[in-house]
């Protein structure tokens, strides 16, 4: 079941994390984002990305990333 706003995520119905919105997942490429994290090579995987930056949304990357 798609849910609008969540870029394709959705949101777990089962406890425990009942309500919580799924993260894309760490072998991800930058490349296949939608739209690309800047300062990063487009094979690096999502979780090389989480590590390098020390956050685990992809808003929150976007804005470390930005201040790098």
């Given at each position: 079941?798609?849910?609008?706003g969540?870029?394709?995520r959705h949101?777990?119905?089962?406890p425990?994390?009942?309500?919580?919105?799924?993260?894309?997942r760490?072998d991800?490429?930058?490349?296949?984002?939608?739209?690309?994290?800047?300062g990063?090579?487009?094979?690096?995987?999502?979780?090389?990305?989480r590590?390098?930056?020390g956050e685990?949304?992809?808003?929150?990357?976007?804005?470390?990333a930005k201040?790098r």
């Amino acid at each position: 079941m798609k849910e609008p706003g969540l870029d394709n995520r959705h949101r777990d119905q089962n406890p425990p994390k009942r309500g919580e919105i799924q993260q894309k997942r760490s072998d991800t490429l930058n490349e296949n984002l939608p739209k690309p994290i800047e300062g990063f090579s487009p094979k690096a995987t999502l979780g090389f990305i989480r590590k390098e930056t020390g956050e685990t949304s992809e808003a929150a990357i976007r804005r470390s990333a930005k201040n790098r």
